[in-house]
């Protein structure tokens, strides 16, 4: 009888000891005060992501990490970097880190922002001052060997979602933006000139609204351009004011004045170069515009976003009459 205590025993004390292994790492712990950010570099072994844990407050102990990993061995632990914020247990963090839920910025870029949209919402999550991008966005050199013409990067920073980790710098987000465009561009199989089509793309990304007016709103652009006449596009004159640190949300007299060459109130032909980032609907405008007679168009004053287009001078005066009466009842 007394081999057989002794087995009871031990079962007993086995039992124990897993129930409280259970519990240890499935009790939520908190040992931090402020969110805590943790890097894994690859190749980190369990027992070296067990002392960081430790050692930051997010586990009590490191043997609990490893008993986290002892009941899910098999699983396969991915490096990054992972943000801590709230109690959790040592089965609960080994899961986050098993599935490679690591931490990073959502920045999402709509069509038709330029640089210094893309600097204000970087600044916004926190990545890095709006100044610091726009020092780097200044600097052509991540496109100069597609557009030797370019004065910056506008135009080839392409609108998309990028994720992007505490760590990335205003070159990096401009590296992987412009690498971004390239992979667009090349999808298109154009041989047209690349400067002039972004640099239309970005007047029609500014002033379409609506897809299917894009590539009428190229077309008007294009017919100008042929004929030597003045653009007098409202979003060249804005972005002339942003470049000169003087735009205040309104367009002034001052402004359409302006001898900025931006400002194609001022100057025939496109812009030195694109005025915002356009998307692949208005590259596509830009490439091929609508075969129209239209020299003019105006907003319509019902909301919709779209623009009354017209072949005279006449005809668009009396469109432009229309919808100020719209807009002023």
Not at 208 to 228: D, M, Q
Not at 285 to 302: Q, Y
Request: overall charge positive.
């Amino acid at each position: 009888m007394r081999p057989l205590r002794w087995i009871g025993i031990f079962a007993l004390l086995a039992f124990l000891a897993g129930g409280y292994a259970v519990w240890r790492i499935s009790r939520p712990y908190r040992g931090f005060s402020e969110p805590v950010f943790i890097e894994f570099p690859r190749g980190t072994s369990t027992m070296g992501m067990a002392r960081l844990l430790q050692d930051a407050g997010v586990v009590g102990s490191r043997w609990d990490f490893w008993l986290a990993r002892f009941v899910e061995r098999g699983r396969k632990l991915q490096a990054g970097e992972y943000r801590f914020d709230k109690p959790a247990s040592p089965l609960d963090i080994f899961d986050r880190i098993a599935r490679g839920d690591i931490f990073y910025y959502e920045l999402v870029i709509p069509e038709g922002r330029n640089m210094f949209d893309i600097a204000a919402e970087a600044e916004a999550l926190g990545l890095f001052p709006a100044a610091e991008f726009l020092k780097a966005a200044r600097d052509p050199l991540y496109i100069r060997d597609l557009d030797p013409r370019a004065p910056s990067l506008e135009g080839y920073l392409f609108p998309s979602t990028y994720r992007l980790s505490r760590h990335t710098t205003p070159a990096r987000l401009c590296r992987l933006m412009t690498s971004k465009f390239r992979e667009v561009w090349v999808g298109l199989h154009t041989p047209a000139d690349l400067h002039d089509t972004v640099t239309l793309a970005s007047l029609v990304e500014r002033e379409g609204k609506l897809p299917a007016e894009r590539p009428v709103i190229a077309g008007v652009f294009a017919n100008r351009l042929k004929i030597g006449m003045k653009l007098d596009c409202d979003p060249t004159t804005v972005y002339a004011a942003l470049l000169e640190d003087r735009y205040r949300g309104t367009i002034h007299k001052s402004d359409l004045a302006s001898d900025q060459a931006y400002n194609t109130y001022r100057h025939k032909g496109l812009p030195p170069g694109p005025i915002a980032n356009p998307g692949l609907a208005s590259l596509k405008a830009a490439l091929d515009p609508a075969d129209t007679d239209a020299l003019f168009f105006v907003a319509r004053a019902d909301g919709s976003g779209g623009h009354e287009f017209s072949h005279t001078i006449a005809a668009h005066r009396a469109a432009t009459d229309r919808y100020r009466r719209g807009v002023a009842r």
